[in-house]
């Protein structure tokens, strides 16, 4: 959620706030440690939170524990990473035998091949696997390889799309809309990149047609930030068409919807092919991992006979951990799990339902916001700005990005993530989540429970009128 205002917002009268301290006294203490270790006492943003973050001490199933031993309904899901909830016992096997037979080989093994194969027989445009460490590494390299291969220097990126913090994405995805860098980002870099507005195909070929030097468009295909601004199929089949016409590489980011929508990502649920696919979360089962997959000519740039053969100099790639034993395993295990099972399916069943059984507490309640989203993901829309606005229109892509990733103000963003935890369930910052596999109707009910007295304890403090 982009928040408005830089200051300390003043909770000292806030009820929700004297609670969440109430119960939470050793996330407190640890906060105090963690700020004198850490910027800002965290390590990653999305984690920020005041007063201070929950600490969790362990994780199982669709649930979670903080320190002062609260259970949660959890839809923080690993960032995303854990479709089949916390500690699947087949993963948690696999990565315990592994971890007897050593943790870092420094050496090509086979786990990495069953791995890999497993992402070409899943993906459906996976003519090649090269595996990161990272989302944000699997992005850069997509990047650098379509670049490599139609020698153009541009990439064209999304307005409010999240391709994870490198230089090339690092804004233009909650703030800096008008592509100028964030702090410490290249001027030269923010140059090459081209920022076109999505939902908007005659726009896209306007920016596509006056720079005709494009390696690659980049898109989240279910929409920015997993579908907070959502992409409806026409566009994606006519970027298609558009970048086909014109020699530019089709990246699908992947990252979040690959094995969550369906086993073969977006791209199979969408009939869409891009040139290059990157991914994440779900494809390491849990622990750190990245891909790029794709065209098979354009992996090339990588080999080296191929490279040679065709006179070009190979792309460089290294990484200390690119498919490391534990997140071969745990990967190969899950992928194994999601193209074998209706996992996919269950994780969106029950976010339909969830939002349906959201959307009805804020029916009820007479509260203007909209819950929506699509696949396993449901988004809060809070409507900073008091629009006459339906789930119904968000999903059919009649709001940009403008609307949906608009300024919130902090002390509603922040007291709504408390109130939910007050009452047992943690969602993430979007605030929303990601769902689950192996969610439940009782997590079903705490969670539509804990948004009605979060509300009205909302209401109470003026937050909602
Ligand atoms: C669509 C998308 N791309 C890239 C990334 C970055 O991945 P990572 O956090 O593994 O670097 C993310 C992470 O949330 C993402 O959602």
Redesign the pocket.
């Known amino acids: 959620m982009n928040h408005e205002g830089e200051t300390i917002v003043n909770f000292s009268d806030s009820r929700i706030v004297a609670e969440y301290r109430r119960r939470t006294p050793g996330s407190a203490e640890l906060a105090k440690q963690a700020a004198a270790v850490f910027p800002g006492g965290v390590t990653h943003d999305g984690r920020i939170l005041e007063p201070y973050p929950l600490y969790v001490d362990r994780a199982a199933g669709s649930r979670k524990w903080d320190v002062d031993g609260h259970e949660y309904v959890d839809y923080t899901g690993g960032?995303?990473a854990l479709l089949l909830g916390h500690n699947h016992p087949r993963v948690v096997e696999a990565v315990h035998r592994q971890l007897d037979r050593g943790t870092h080989f420094g050496s090509c093994h086979a786990a990495e091949i069953r791995w890999g194969e497993w992402v070409e027989r899943l993906v459906p445009s996976a003519e090649r696997v090269r595996f990161t460490s990272?989302?944000?590494?699997?992005?850069m390299m997509a990047m650098r390889l379509a670049r490599a291969f139609t020698g153009k220097p541009k990439v064209l990126r999304f307005l409010g799309h999240?391709?994870?913090?490198h230089d090339h994405a690092a804004f233009g995805v909650g703030s800096h809309f008008d592509g100028t860098p964030t702090p410490g980002v290249l001027a030269e870099v923010a140059g090459n990149v081209v920022l076109a507005p999505p939902g908007n195909l005659a726009g896209t070929r306007a920016v596509l047609d006056q720079h005709p030097d494009i390696a690659a468009a980049i898109i989240?295909p279910t929409g920015a930030s997993?579908g907070q601004v959502p992409v409806l199929k026409d566009f994606l089949v006519g970027l298609r068409e558009l970048t086909a016409q014109r020699g530019v590489q089709l990246i699908f980011?992947e990252?979040?919807s690959g094995f969550r929508c369906a086993p073969g990502g977006a791209q199979e649920c969408y009939d869409v092919r891009p040139d290059l696919t990157?991914l994440?979360?779900i494809l390491a089962g849990g622990l750190p991992g990245?891909a790029v997959v794709g065209r098979k000519d354009i992996l090339d740039a990588l080999d080296m006979q191929q490279s040679a053969a065709s006179g070009r100099e190979k792309v460089p790639h290294q990484g200390t951990f690119n498919a490391n034993p534990l997140s071969a395993v745990a990967g190969a295990t899950t992928l194994e799990i999601v193209g074998g099972t209706d996992v996919c399916q269950r994780a969106n069943d029950y976010a339909a339902r969830l939002r349906e059984e959201l959307s009805r507490v804020l029916r009820d309640d007479h509260v203007p916001w909209a819950v929506y989203g699509s696949f396993s993901g449901f988004h809060i829309f809070t409507n900073p700005q008091k629009l006459d606005i339906t789930a119904a229109d968000i999903e059919a892509g009649k709001h940009d990005y403008r609307v949906l990733k608009a300024a919130v103000p902090r002390s509603l963003a922040t007291k709504l993530r408390l109130g939910m935890m007050i009452h047992g369930v943690e969602i993430f910052s979007w605030p929303g989540g990601p769902t689950s596999a192996v969610h439940t109707d009782d997590d079903l009910r705490q969670t539509a429970d804990a948004f009605r007295r979060t509300l009205k304890m909302l209401r109470e403090e003026g937050e909602i009128a």
């Open positions: 960032h995303g990272s989302g944000t590494e699997a992005t999240f391709h994870g913090w989240e997993w980011d990252v979040i990157t994440a979360k990245g």
